[in-house]
């Protein structure tokens, strides 16, 4: 049998996670494309994983490919060359690192206004990408790793196609069902949208804010905190679980085998729910108390309360705190934007960024 062809944007730490892990846990054949500008990073991510699978004794093959996601012709020629089962887009013009940065005032906006003051530098790259397949009329699912929980939606506006993304609601689903014991797909659900993440990397006396859904064998989980008391992630992205959390939903997707498990953006959705994976199709996999409108209403109440929601017609408007914030810098930008006009937005993003970080 011909291995699947995985293709994977991106070079940094998310993308090292995904490629190191498929080495070790692919069962059928896969040829791993892993695409970026950083020539030196791409050989070593190709050596480093062809090496992991011979240590693990997997199926799996790597190579590198010089790729500019900035390039739009150079995208498609790869595009065209490879024909992946599967496109994951894990390159981002903004580090997730940021999420415990501290010492300038472009770190404290996002921690005062919340991850969504980075949505445009995350959207950037995945909307390229997502243009581009649908110029080729590519039916591959694409997997977006670049903040799904509102990105997804970006995508969707736009007119594109995309499956899921990894990560969010995975790495709180995963812990869960670690600390409880209840490691059987689909006896654990969770919906949690990525701001329902932060109060999870603090102690347990010290966590507010809002909890996540959970339901054992479809019966809601009436004190998230208390039931999960023992749960902490670090400070820091939890790459560890959110990256690998996409491994499994990666390679289904490639052979098209069943799966089970949590993504955010499932479909353009905005924030995190159960799924299941069947010839490369992803579906809502709701416990039968929770509705898909109800699902979609839950997630979509964090960012219309505080951050940036995406309606029907493509608008994109921030909201609460992280509008009032943004329009002291950017007042144009605070007031939102048409998705249609993302590099227009990128582009004063950045400005904002760049004038904020050279303030200590």
Not at 18 to 27: L, P
Not at 73 to 80: C, H, P, S, Y
Not at 252 to 267: D, F, K, Y
Request: proline share 7%; charged share 20%.
């Amino acid at each position: 049998m011909d291995p699947q062809t995985i293709l994977v944007f991106g070079t940094g730490a998310f993308a090292a996670r995904i490629v190191f892990d498929i080495a070790g846990t692919a069962v059928e054949p896969v040829r791993v494309v892993v695409a970026g500008r950083n020539l030196d990073r791409l050989g070593w991510l190709a050596t480093a994983s062809g090496a992991r699978a011979v240590v693990f004794s997997r199926p799996a093959t790597f190579v590198g490919c010089a790729c500019d996601l900035f390039q739009s012709e150079q995208v498609e020629a790869l595009l065209t060359k490879e024909r992946p089962a599967v496109v994951v887009q894990a390159a981002s013009v903004q580090t997730s690192s940021v999420i415990a940065a501290t010492g300038d005032a472009w770190s404290r906006l996002v921690a005062e206004g919340g991850l969504s003051a980075t949505a445009v530098f995350q959207a950037l790259l995945s909307v390229k990408v997502a243009a581009i397949m649908t110029s080729l009329g590519s039916d591959a699912p694409l997997v977006n790793c670049s903040f799904p929980d509102v990105v997804n939606p970006m995508i969707e506006a736009l007119g594109h196609r995309v499956a899921c993304g990894v990560g969010n609601v995975a790495i709180l689903s995963n812990v869960f069902a670690a600390k409880s014991g209840l490691v059987e797909p689909g006896r654990l659900k969770v919906l949690a949208h990525y701001q329902t993440i932060a109060p999870w990397r603090r102690p347990p006396e010290e966590r507010v804010g809002p909890a996540p859904r959970v339901f054992i064998d479809d019966v809601e989980v009436a004190d998230v905190f208390a039931a999960f008391r023992a749960a902490r992630l670090t400070p820091e992205p939890a790459i560890e679980i959110s990256g690998a959390s996409g491994v499994p939903l990666i390679l289904a997707l490639a052979s098209g085998a069943a799966w089970r498990g949590h993504v955010p953006g499932p479909n353009g959705l905005p924030g995190g729910y159960p799924v299941r994976v069947s010839g490369g199709i992803v579906d809502l996999d709701l416990p039968p108390p929770v509705s898909r409108e109800e699902a979609v209403a839950w997630n979509s109440q964090f960012e219309e309360a505080n951050g940036l929601r995406v309606d029907r017609n493509g608008w994109a408007q921030y909201t609460g705190r992280l509008g009032d914030l943004l329009r002291r810098h950017a007042p144009s930008l605070g007031d939102g934007f048409f998705v249609t006009d993302l590099d227009e937005a990128y582009r004063a993003m950045k400005a904002v960024r760049a004038h904020l970080q050279a303030r200590s």
